[in-house]
């Protein structure tokens, strides 16, 4: 891997594997530019594509901009050009499990919303994940699903509206300039939708609260865990966030697990007298 100067303003951006900038993390960065300390080197590509370090690249694009012309031109790492946007997107994946930020699931469902977009199709997208030893198939799959929907959500009322016309696949292609295996796929996750939406409609009462109920503890738990990592990286991070993330994990483990439990009867004895 070569070592050569680039000026910031050449550096370009195709993709990034994260969803959201981490301010706190940038600041840090920024910190060690002003005080000479030793940071980790951008990597581009052969064609001055930013592949990792976005929050380096940001760090040195906002001191320039407060004008620190000194930082204008940086070293950067250059590795070849690879042909497919995928292999990039791996590499770029590896290289951030070396990074003190780890990447969050809304990061996974972006990256594969971006290739979702490029025309990669979810088995493609989990297999090269997978077989990289990346993501469990289940957790592959699951940020997979979650991405093709945020992606084709919005097609989904035009193509409704063009199917009642009488309009078939390729001409639907044609209109929205999209392939066809993009509106196949779109009718395909709206019959889904249709059919989640008439079993839940038979699910009892008590099941829709043990759904509501169970996702306020996990996302309490996961936001609580998230804070304590944060907290050990000596990230900066108040500590009344810290005990609301406690207060409502407490509450989940103490007052909704009893409920839980007690729903998981009554809704057994509930769909045994159906």
Same mark, same amino acid.
């Given at each position: 891997?070569?070592?050569?100067?680039?000026?910031?303003?050449?550096?370009?951006?195709?993709?990034?594997?994260?969803?959201?900038?981490?301010?706190?993390? /940038?600041? +840090?960065?920024?910190?060690?530019?002003?005080?000479?300390?030793?940071?980790?080197?951008?990597?581009?590509?052969?064609?001055?594509? *930013?592949?990792? +370090?976005?929050?380096?690249?940001?760090?040195?694009?906002? *001191?320039?901009?407060?004008?620190?012309?000194?930082? $204008?031109?940086?070293?950067?790492?250059?590795?070849?050009?690879? @042909?497919?946007?995928?292999?990039?997107?791996?590499?770029?994946?590896?290289?951030?499990?070396?990074?003190?930020?780890?990447?969050?699931?809304?990061?996974?469902?972006?990256?594969?919303?971006?290739?979702?977009?490029?025309?990669?199709?979810? @088995?493609?997208?989990?297999?090269?994940?997978?077989?990289? @030893?990346?993501?469990?198939? +289940?957790?592959?799959?699951?940020?997979?699903?979650?991405? $093709?929907?945020?992606?084709?959500?919005? *097609?989904?009322?035009? /193509?409704?509206?063009?199917?009642?016309?009488?309009?078939?696949?390729?001409?639907?292609?044609?209109?929205?300039?999209?392939?066809?295996?993009?509106?196949?796929?779109?009718?395909?996750?709206? @019959?889904?939708?249709?059919?989640?939406?008439?079993?839940?409609?038979?699910?009892?009462? *008590?099941?829709?609260?043990?759904?509501?109920?169970?996702?306020?503890?996990?996302?309490?738990?996961?936001?609580?865990?998230?804070?304590?990592?944060?907290?050990?990286?000596?990230?900066?991070?108040?500590?009344?966030?810290?005990?609301?993330?406690?207060?409502?994990?407490?509450?989940?483990?103490?007052?909704?697990?009893?409920?839980?439990?007690?729903?998981?009867?009554?809704?057994?004895?509930?769909?045994?007298?159906?």
């Amino acid at each position: 891997m070569k070592v050569e100067k680039r000026k910031i303003k050449q550096i370009k951006i195709v993709f990034y594997i994260r969803k959201d900038f981490n301010e706190a993390y /940038i600041d +840090g960065i920024t910190q060690s530019i002003k005080c000479g300390e030793t940071i980790r080197r951008i990597i581009i590509n052969e064609d001055n594509e *930013l592949q990792e +370090g976005r929050h380096t690249y940001e760090a040195y694009r906002r *001191l320039i901009a407060q004008g620190f012309t000194e930082y $204008e031109t940086i070293e950067c790492e250059i590795i070849p050009t690879t @042909k497919s946007s995928l292999e990039a997107m791996i590499r770029s994946t590896k290289g951030h499990e070396k990074s003190k930020l780890p990447l969050l699931p809304a990061d996974w469902v972006h990256s594969f919303r971006t290739l979702l977009a490029e025309g990669f199709t979810i @088995k493609q997208i989990v297999q090269a994940y997978v077989s990289q @030893k990346l993501l469990s198939p +289940g957790r592959a799959k699951d940020y997979a699903l979650a991405a $093709e929907s945020l992606e084709l959500r919005p *097609l989904m009322p035009r /193509i409704i509206n063009l199917m009642k016309t009488g309009k078939t696949i390729p001409e639907i292609a044609e209109k929205l300039e999209k392939s066809p295996e993009v509106i196949k796929n779109t009718l395909d996750l709206i @019959k889904k939708n249709e059919t989640r939406r008439k079993n839940e409609n038979i699910l009892t009462p *008590l099941t829709h609260f043990k759904r509501k109920t169970h996702k306020r503890f996990y996302l309490a738990k996961h936001a609580l865990d998230r804070s304590l990592r944060q907290l050990k990286e000596k990230q900066e991070i108040s500590s009344a966030t810290i005990d609301e993330y406690k207060e409502a994990l407490d509450y989940s483990r103490q007052e909704v697990l009893p409920i839980l439990t007690m729903l998981d009867s009554k809704d057994k004895r509930i769909k045994s007298q159906k």
